[in-house]
């Protein structure tokens, strides 16, 4: 198998991981296809810096977050117009009215969140481990910890207030 | 939402998802292409638009080529029409070509032979357009006067304050314009590093 099938096999098996991040860290259909691209042309000049040392998946989030981290920061920098569009970037083809509530309302939570905290719901909800989790974000395990019990403490506040 | 219900709903999307898999070889191997690609979109649409631009000026110059009754004016059409339709074409085709390099199925070595040659090329269309927009700018000035006027407006004092100014203008402009090319193709350089075997 060459580098190029390589890659084309590991994308494919885990494309679904690289939407899932797009879909959080992004408002628009472009702007998600702008992250996806730029996710996989990422993965792709990293590929060869894998070694590995950790899981095929790890390395992805790895890659996958920091990309999305430094469109953010790039998008701090050079602010524009950003359209609203959740639901219809959210789904490739319709879902049933009652899951794309759901789904709704789950976006809706998570966008609250700051760009670090997103990731680690995130990765939380990808049903990663502590461990895990700090190796893909470079922060400790008791700081993951200590992070996602906050999280889950507003996600909960945030549930008091709206009831 | 508690995360339990969020966990619920992730793992529902997590399988619809997976349901939907719709990436082939060609598109992921585009992916990495795109990124080079379109580092030089904007600038292509640019020129796009000055190249239409300049072809209708061509148009006028030549609709009016009939006014232009001495040797002088009429060499002066010449290189106005030559420069506005063939330098601009040129930009134009340099750039398809530096778009076109084939990132992923040529060899490395292929590519950057292939990336320094397509540069050059356009930096050298840039530069000769910066040198001969200097002379255009006369050549448009004796031309506009004649067709518009039928007046020679170099005997007119107050043309001169007006051809320094446009002159520091275009200065300044041509340097903003080269550089803008310069930091393109070296971030599209960049682009091509990251992908060395």
Redesign the interface.
């Known amino acids: 198998m060459t580098k190029e099938e390589a890659f084309v096999a590991i994308i494919q098996e885990h494309e679904g991981v690289i939407y899932k991040i797009t879909t959080v860290y992004t408002n628009s259909v472009s702007e998600q296809q702008d992250l996806y691209q730029d996710i996989v042309y990422q993965l792709w000049t990293a590929y060869d810096s894998f070694r590995n040392e950790s899981k095929i998946s790890t390395w992805m989030y790895r890659v996958a977050l920091n990309t999305a981290f430094s469109r953010i920061r790039k998008e701090k920098r050079q602010p524009r117009a950003v359209t609203l569009d959740h639901l219809n970037i959210r789904q490739a083809e319709p879902y049933d009215k009652q899951f794309e509530e759901r789904l709704q309302a789950m976006y809706e939570q998570i966008d609250q969140l700051n760009s670090l905290d997103k990731g680690l719901i995130l990765l939380v909800l990808e049903g990663k481990k502590y461990e895990e989790i700090g190796e893909i974000t470079g922060l400790s395990k008791t700081n993951v910890g200590t992070r996602i019990s906050r999280i889950k403490e507003r996600l909960r506040n945030k549930m008091t207030k709206k009831a | 939402?508690?995360?339990e219900?969020?966990?619920q709903?992730?793992t529902?999307?997590?399988q619809?998802?997976?349901k939907?898999?719709?990436?082939?070889?060609k598109i992921?191997?585009e992916?990495?292409q795109?990124?080079y690609r379109r580092k030089f979109d904007k600038i292509t649409r640019y020129e796009t638009a000055g190249t239409v631009i300049c072809i209708l000026s061509a148009g006028f110059v030549l609709f009016n080529f009939d006014k232009l009754d001495t040797f002088f004016y009429q060499a002066c059409g010449i290189f106005a029409i030559a420069f506005l339709v063939v330098l601009p074409t040129s930009v134009l085709l340099a750039l398809r070509k530096i778009k076109a390099i084939d990132l992923?199925n040529n060899p490395y070595k292929d590519t950057i032979v292939a990336y320094t040659k397509a540069k050059n090329r356009l930096l050298f269309l840039q530069r000769i357009g910066i040198f001969s927009s200097f002379i255009f700018f006369f050549v448009t000035l004796a031309l506009t006067g004649k067709i518009m006027n039928d007046k020679d407006v170099f005997q007119e004092t107050e043309i001169w304050y007006f051809i320094v100014l446009v002159l520091i203008g275009l200065l300044f402009f041509s340097r903003w314009g080269y550089r803008m090319y310069l930091k393109i193709t070296g971030s599209a350089e960049d682009l091509i590093e990251?992908?060395k075997?």
Do not use: A, G
């Open positions: 939402m508690e995360l219900e969020l966990q709903v992730w529902e999307l997590s619809e998802v997976e939907q898999k719709k990436l082939n070889h992921i191997m992916m990495t795109q990124k992923i990251d992908i075997p």
